[in-house]
């Protein structure tokens, strides 16, 4: 709950004049929120009393002075202190044990409640459903029926906001999350039940009709639309859970949201909620395959191979069981990451031009994106040639298809080939334009891998005062993200290089200080330091003690797997 503002005192000598009471922080935001209700409100000789006695009824509680002050729209303000007097007087006498503050904002809640309409009542009580808010369509959709009709929803809305009950924000309707619990508690179990369940297919489809790992335009807008509906779809998929018939929904929706858990960075998220909806539909079937693949998938990036080999063997026996070419086709491909993970470059390479070739023969052209991205990012240590030529095909082909969201993992991947290229400054231009997009968007895989990879290029350059902050911002972001680049089989061998030849230029003290210096930046902060000024001019080619355009040898993918808790700056 929020702090209590300041409110007038009762006693001798606490300053009783206009002056001096309209100066505590309570009494300015009634007066504030009064005038918006009743314009032309303003303190003066005959309403001071009132005012100083009502904010301190209300104990300076900024919501409950909010719900009050827009009741003067339909009574005075002596009947409004009367009345709330009268509630909190019965309040206190049915919960005596109840802290004051609590009682009195229990008693404004009830209060403001009992004065609205009965389906303004019943829409507060299912708005309270949703802790991120709901549009009208969203409204419309869950809350109505039931004793609300459909084109009654918009007055209810309006109602409410005019109440100070609901907050429009944009097209969006929130409620503060004191009052959004007090409705859930005003549900019948029976309705409650019936809510939820539509609250849960409507969110399912929701996630499902907004996939992000889809060419199309919209996707930028999908992307942020379930970064805004996210808190929503939890409680979904906490529903679902709830009931075993609507397990196989709860992971049908986790599943169909593998792409934006892997964009947000969530990767343990994902799986938790995958891990949930696998243990409750243990029988073979879709559902639970596709279910096993976007595990398996997370659980690569997080160094979790034993756990991505065994969902990605059922998966991959489900899917050839079932001759399902396009679910095989998934399967080969995240088959080929797994190969470059292990070390088994020229296995892996093979693997994703399968996949590859079987998704152009069925014209699947997310297929085909996903491929060409896992050829450019994850072949380019070792065939660094034939990863910029899936790149270039990559990027050509989200541009076309105006994917902006995908269109900066190419930029990512086709910079990581151009630099095991030596192609330097084209690199960076690519890997800045990936930082800028993906840090305005909060796209953290992506951003995380572009701060690791301009700090190689800043080390390049011999800034490794640079090359060492950077590391440390992107440290930050490989936490939060719940992996680690020795973990990612193209990141392992530069990091590791560009970390040592860091320290060894700045000497231990001075690269751990500013690693840390980098690792405490924050997303946007690291993003503007990431992408600000020209590079020092340097001789072409030269990239620290290798020759540019060499091809890298990393026999077992240069991998390492570190040490719990470690980072470069010990």
Request: glycine share 10%; hydrophobic share 40%.
């Amino acid at each position: 709950m929020v702090a209590p503002l300041s409110t007038p005192g009762s006693g001798p000598g606490c300053g009783h004049t206009v002056k001096e009471i309209g100066r505590h922080d309570s009494v300015r935001l009634f007066v504030e929120r009064a005038a918006g209700a009743v314009p032309g409100f303003r303190l003066n000789a005959r309403n001071v009393a009132p005012v100083a006695q009502l904010v301190r009824r209300l104990e300076g509680i900024p919501l409950a002075i909010e719900l009050a002050a827009v009741r003067l729209r339909s009574m005075p303000l002596e009947r409004l202190a009367r009345e709330l007097e009268e509630r909190f007087d019965v309040l206190v006498a049915r919960t005596p044990t109840a802290l004051p503050r609590h009682q009195t904002m229990r008693a404004t809640m009830e209060w403001s409640f009992r004065l609205c309409s009965a389906g303004e009542r019943r829409l507060w009580a299912r708005l309270g459903l949703f802790p991120s808010g709901a549009d009208l369509e969203t409204a419309e959709a869950v809350c109505s029926g039931d004793g609300i009709d459909r084109l009654d929803v918009l007055d209810h809305l309006t109602g409410l906001v005019d109440k100070s009950v609901l907050v429009r924000d944009g097209s969006r309707y929130r409620m503060p999350e004191a009052l959004r619990a007090y409705g859930c508690e005003q549900l019948p179990p029976p309705e409650e039940r019936r809510l939820r369940r539509r609250y849960a297919e409507h969110y399912r489809d929701l996630v499902k009709e907004h996939r992000i790992d889809r060419m199309v335009p919209e996707q930028l807008d999908r992307y942020l639309l379930l970064q805004r509906e996210l808190p929503n779809i939890r409680v979904a998929l906490e529903t679902c859970l709830s009931e075993p018939a609507l397990a196989p929904m709860e992971l049908e929706a986790a599943a169909a949201m593998w792409c934006f858990w892997l964009l947000a960075g969530s990767f343990s998220e994902g799986r938790y909620w995958l891990g949930r909806g696998l243990e409750r539909v243990p029988e073979a079937g879709r559902c639970r395959a596709v279910g096993l693949w976007a595990d398996s998938l997370l659980a690569q990036r997080q160094g979790q191979t034993a756990a991505a080999t065994r969902g990605l063997e059922e998966f991959l026996a489900f899917a050839r069981g079932e001759g399902d070419e396009s679910l095989v086709a998934q399967g080969i491909r995240c088959s080929s990451v797994a190969a470059f993970f292990a070390g088994d470059a020229r296995r892996g390479l093979a693997l994703v031009r399968e996949a590859l070739a079987l998704h152009e023969a069925m014209g699947d052209v997310d297929g085909i994106m996903f491929s060409l991205y896992v050829g450019a990012a994850y072949g380019s240590t070792e065939y660094p040639r034939q990863a910029s030529e899936f790149g270039e095909r990559l990027l050509a082909l989200c541009e076309s298809r105006r994917a902006l969201v995908f269109r900066a993992y190419a930029q990512l991947a086709l910079g990581v080939a151009h630099w095991n290229l030596g192609d330097l400054r084209r690199a960076e231009a690519l890997l800045t334009a990936a930082t800028e997009f993906t840090g305005r968007i909060n796209d953290r895989w992506c951003l995380t891998q572009c701060l690791e990879v301009l700090a190689w290029l800043a080390g390049a350059r011999d800034e490794h005062d640079r090359a060492a902050e950077l590391l440390g911002a992107a440290h930050a972001m490989w936490q939060v993200v719940g992996t680690s680049p020795e973990w990612i089989s193209y990141h392992a061998t530069w990091h590791e290089r560009c970390t040592e030849q860091a320290r060894a230029a700045l000497g231990r003290s001075a690269f751990a200080t500013a690693f840390r210096q980098g690792s405490r930046l924050g997303p946007q902060h690291a993003v503007a330091y990431a992408v600000s000024g020209a590079p020092r001019e340097r001789s072409p080619g030269r990239r620290g003690g290798r020759s540019s355009g060499a091809p890298v040898t990393t026999g077992a993918g240069g991998r390492r797997r570190p040490r719990s808790g470690t980072s470069p700056a010990g």
